[in-house]
């Protein structure tokens, strides 16, 4: 863990994932991916490694859901997907 400018505790992990919720995303079902998420990173004991976080825009409006896995960013996942993403995606890059 380190500190920021503002002594800000950030949590130690090995991937941000954001998941955008702006209105075309929260439209398409982003609420929905995010709890898809966080129950497949505790299912596999990743929730320790993974930070998931909410984001207001990810400026692909037309491509939603938008999400970006550190600097990587994935378009139009639905909750249909999330496991494919999850474990193609998100499994290879944290062990």
């Given at each position: 863990m380190f500190y920021t400018n503002g002594y800000t505790l950030r949590r130690n992990t090995y991937m941000v994932i954001q998941v955008c919720?702006?209105?075309?995303?929260?439209?398409?079902?982003?609420?929905?991916?995010i709890n898809q998420l966080e129950s497949l990173a505790k299912d596999y004991y990743l929730d320790k490694n993974i930070t998931i976080?909410?984001?207001?825009?990810?400026?692909?409006?037309?491509?939603?859901?938008?999400?970006k896995v550190d600097d990587k960013t994935f378009y139009a996942l639905d909750i249909h997907s999330v496991d494919d993403f999850f474990h193609n995606i998100v499994r290879k890059q944290v062990k």
């Open positions: 919720i702006g209105s075309a995303c929260h439209l398409k079902g982003s609420y929905a991916i976080k909410a984001a207001f825009c990810l400026e692909h409006c037309t491509e939603a859901v938008s999400v």
